[in-house]
């Protein structure tokens, strides 16, 4: 047991018989943040109790929940798909090629024209 890393108001009191209050607290950017503090002697907790129907009960039988696994529902198009055009990728390799040509003729001086 690290008892040297311990302040000396932990050795006193077990960890279980600490009681402590959270507040939450907001700092200046509005992030929220717990803030413990040390209970009184004569601090009661509240009891929480279910009010309502006493028949109500968790269900168990299903798996965890997965909000990834909602099925969404296709969007309707009210105009038909049209079909994509292609892109002639040879004749695009070639008039590139051109360009670069035309570029290295007026470079070296020479008439673009034949």
Known sequence: MDAF????????TPQGERRRIGMIVHDERGNASVDW?????????????????ASLSVQTEQASFDP???GRKP?????????????????????????????ARKRRGEDGED
């Open 5 to 12: 890393k311990k302040k000396p108001d932990e050795l006193a």
């Open 37 to 53: 503090r040390d209970a009184p002697v004569d601090h009661e907790r509240p009891v929480l109790e279910i009010l309502g129907d």
């Open 68 to 70: 990834y696994a909602r």
């Open 75 to 103: 969007r309707e198009t009210t105009r038909p798909a049209k079909p994509g055009t292609r892109t002639d990728l040879r004749r695009l390799s070639e008039h590139i090629k051109l360009m670069r040509e035309l570029e």
